[in-house]
Nanobody, 125 residues
Framework: QVQLVESGGGLAQAGGSLRLSCVVS????????VGWFRQAPGKERESVAA???????YYSDSAKGRFTISRDNAKKTVYLEMNSLKPEDTAVYYC???????????????????WGQGTQVTVSS
């Protein structure tokens, strides 16, 4: 059974930082691309960043220069370091894997397969 468990969300002030973690179990983690998504109230789920098995990375325009995605295969964990946070970063953040081993980066919700339950990030102004 594949499970993804996010943690690290919470309340931050504008300009502050948070680090999200996503622990993955039930699959060969080192072979999978993993992405971070977010969904704000009333908005569609959007991609934030993704990383593949070779550590090639993708960032959305809103994340470039502020967020950093990384992975630790020994810990089966993907991280999202978020700096210079803005109120518009407020959302539920989800991690998700690609569809199969060595499949493409999950840069859209339709390209993601296994999902976590989400962690709330709230940025106050």
């Amino acid at each position: 059974q594949v499970q993804l468990v996010e943690s690290g969300g919470g309340l931050a002030q504008a300009g502050g930082s948070l680090r999200l973690s996503c622990v993955v179990s039930g699959l060969t983690f080192s072979n999978y691309a993993v992405g971070w998504f977010r969904q704000a109230p009333g908005k569609e789920r959007e991609s934030v960043a993704a990383i593949d098995w070779s550590t090639y990375t993708y960032y959305s325009d809103s994340a470039k220069g502020r967020f950093t995605i990384s992975r630790d295969n020994a810990k089966k964990t993907v991280y999202l370091e978020m700096n210079s946070l803005k109120p518009e970063d407020t959302a539920v953040y989800y991690c998700a894997t690609g569809r199969a081993s060595y499949s493409g980066l999950p840069t859209t919700a339709s390209r993601a397969y296994y999902w976590g339950q989400g962690t709330q990030v709230t940025v106050s102004s």
